[in-house]
Every structure is written in structure tokens, then in C-alpha cells.
């Protein structure tokens, strides 16, 4: 059984920092790829970042390129998201996401989330 969990989130004010941390179990996260997803108030869910666990490439959505950075330690199987210089529009609810393949990036498998609020 897949579960991933999400930690790290919080309050914290504009232009801080926070590590957000996705533990994966029944999952190998160097299997093919992972993702960050957001889901903001009134929103729909969606992805920010993604990395293809082979090769280690990455992919960032506009808004949070230059300040988020996703990795992923597979001694630890777990995924990350460091958040630099947080503006109060990066407040939602943070979701981790696994792959359901080993070839194709098609998200299958989901956290519960983790809040992040960003105040100005």
C-alpha cells in the first residue's frame, strides 16, 4: 500500500523560508517521478514542481521558478521541497505525488497535504 506524507508547513511571514518533506512508503521514490502540488482557497489543484527520479531533471511552473527547489533522498525515500522567499500568493495546501508508472509522469498516488500560510 502507497502512502506518502506530507510535514513541514506553517505559518511564516513574507520572504521566509520553509522545507517541505514528503516521506513515501510502499513507494520508491528513484522509481520514476514525483511532484508538488498546491491548491490554493477557491482553486483548483496544481502541480509546481516535478522531478524525473533517473535523472534527476526538474521542472518548475513560472511562478515559483528561481525561489522553490524540489529534491528527493532515495536513502531516505523521501521527497522535498525547499521555499525561499515565500509571498503570501504561495499560501494553499501543499500535496506530494508519486507517479502510478515507472515511465510516464502520470500522478497516481497522493498525500494528505500539508498548510502553508504566508502572511505579509
Known amino acids: 500500500q502507497v502512502q506518502l506524507v506530507e510535514s513541514g508547513g506553517g505559518s511564516v511571514q513574507a520572504g521566509g523560508s520553509l522545507r517541505l518533506s514528503c516521506a513515501a512508503s510502499g513507494y520508491t521514490v528513484r522509481r520514476a517521478c514525483m511532484g508538488w502540488f498546491r491548491q490554493a482557497p477557491g482553486e483548483e489543484r496544481k502541480e509546481i514542481a516535478r522531478?524525473?527520479?533517473?535523472?534527476?531533471?526538474?521542472a518548475y511552473v513560472d511562478s515559483v521558478k528561481g525561489r522553490f527547489t524540489i529534491s528527493q533522498d532515495n536513502a531516505k525515500n523521501a521527497l522535498y521541497l525547499q521555499m525561499n522567499s515565500l509571498k503570501s500568493e504561495d499560501t494553499a495546501m501543499y500535496y506530494c505525488?508519486?507517479?502510478?508508472?515507472?515511465?510516464?509522469?502520470?500522478?497516481?498516488?497522493w498525500g494528505q497535504g500539508t498548510q502553508v500560510t504566508v502572511s505579509s
Open positions: 522531478i524525473y527520479s533517473r535523472s534527476g531533471s526538474t
Open positions: 505525488a508519486a507517479a502510478g508508472g515507472v515511465i510516464s509522469c502520470q500522478f497516481a498516488y
